[in-house]
């Protein structure tokens, strides 16, 4: 009988022990990792549409020796953006602007306004940029960032047109589309 109680005392022990070994500690850890996506995406908005005429008006009443009045200039356009920069190698991006064709005797400048809205190292705009059909910085030092999405988001863009005295003379009867194209590029 003492033995019994011996061995199922030792056992007890035994069992006990092996128990606490199988018992979770005061910390543990795992790991989680997150997961940021490559993001270059660029935007244009307006409330009617992005696509507009800028037309040279004959002044009224028309005299002779009077020049054509220029377009309005035009700040329907918004330009928005979302870009996350890579870990290494890209240290920001710009956003160019360049046209599909020039039209003699007419010059066509923009200008993109600050954003003030996002959040990031959104870019910075340049002076007005006249377009031409190679591209051109118009928006530098863009980094992790979001300019918000819609109208009234991001970088205002304004349109000017003028017919400078110098091209005057290179001005002809005509209906001339013009594809303004944007693109937000590695630096």
Known sequence: MKLLRKTTILAACLF?????????????????????????LLDLESNTSKNFNASFIQPTPLEAGQRLTSPDNNASVWLNYSSILPASGIPSRSVTVAASTLIPGVSISVLAGSSSTGAGAKGTPTAAVTLSTTAQNIITGIGSSYTGNGVNYGHNLTYTFSSPDGNYGDLRVGSTPVTVTYTLVDN
């Open 16 to 40: 006990g022990c092996m128990g606490a070994k199988a018992q979770d500690i005061q910390n543990n850890d795992h790991t989680v990792t997150v997961v940021i996506p490559s993001v270059a």
